[in-house]
């Protein structure tokens, strides 16, 4: 298997509800990354990993704490979201260095709050 | 700050013809990156290209081409003879160079929507 996995691909929660997204590389990278897609609005940037540690938290409200307990993967944990909260979350893989080496991203898990 | 603009929300074209989508950044730095990434309909962004700030070539591959003009900023994106698998969403973005064993961090524009008609 190649290439950056994320499951589920759909997801529909309840605001009290506790779930978590998975994410998983195939690629040898050594940095991983979280971003949230939301209508209309441009990709934005949550958590970075790099090297397994985290790098980057962009003001991201602690509903939503991830976890990367290796290098292949990535997890984001959600507890008591809210409806503005639905969006596409999609990972992604990179190699570090000085080269700024592109993102690999995964399909994404669809959110739905309700 | 970085800012990536992509002024065009659709664009709707008929097969065989050509397209350019514009894409506008800003930056301070005097070291960065461009990227092109393709949205299709599955979700997953696909890598199309990266080019760094000391490089204006022009780059061509296949249908694709790619015009890198610094003086204005723009790193714009042109398909010839368009064909339906085109469509899709395609973002333009931004990176600032990190030395090594830092991770990349992409500002992303707010892509563009083609949709290619038989």
């Known amino acids: 298997e190649t290439g950056v996995t994320q499951t589920p691909r759909h997801l529909v929660m309840g605001m009290t509800n506790k779930k978590s997204l998975k994410c998983e590389q195939h690629l040898g990278h050594n940095a991983m990354y979280w971003y949230k897609q939301s209508a209309k609005k441009p990709l934005e940037l949550m958590f970075v990993y790099s090297l397994e540690e985290r790098v980057e938290n962009n003001s991201v409200p602690s509903r939503f704490s991830p976890e990367c307990p290796n290098s292949s993967h990535l997890f984001l944990h959600l507890h008591t979201l809210q409806p503005e909260d639905s969006a596409l979350y999609l990972c992604?893989?990179?190699?570090?260095?000085?080269?700024?080496?592109?993102?690999?991203f995964g399909n994404g898990t669809r959110l739905t709050v309700t | 700050a970085q800012k990536v603009t992509q002024a065009q929300t659709e664009i709707s074209v008929v097969e065989k013809e050509d397209v350019t989508l514009d894409c506008v950044y800003e930056t301070r730095d005097t070291t960065y990156y461009l990227f092109w990434y393709k949205q299709p309909p599955s979700g997953e962004l696909v890598f199309l290209i990266r080019?760094?700030?000391?490089?204006?070539q022009n780059e061509i591959s296949g249908r694709y081409s790619w015009n890198f003009q610094k003086s204005t900023s723009s790193f714009n994106f042109t398909i010839t003879a368009s064909q339906v698998v085109d469509s899709a969403v395609y973002f333009c973005a931004l990176s600032e160079a990190f030395g090594a064993g830092t991770a990349s961090k992409l500002t992303f524009g707010t892509g563009t929507r083609l949709q290619v008609t038989l």
């Open positions: 080019r760094n700030s000391f490089d204006e």
């Open positions: 992604a893989s990179s190699l570090t260095g000085n080269d700024n080496s592109p993102l690999h």
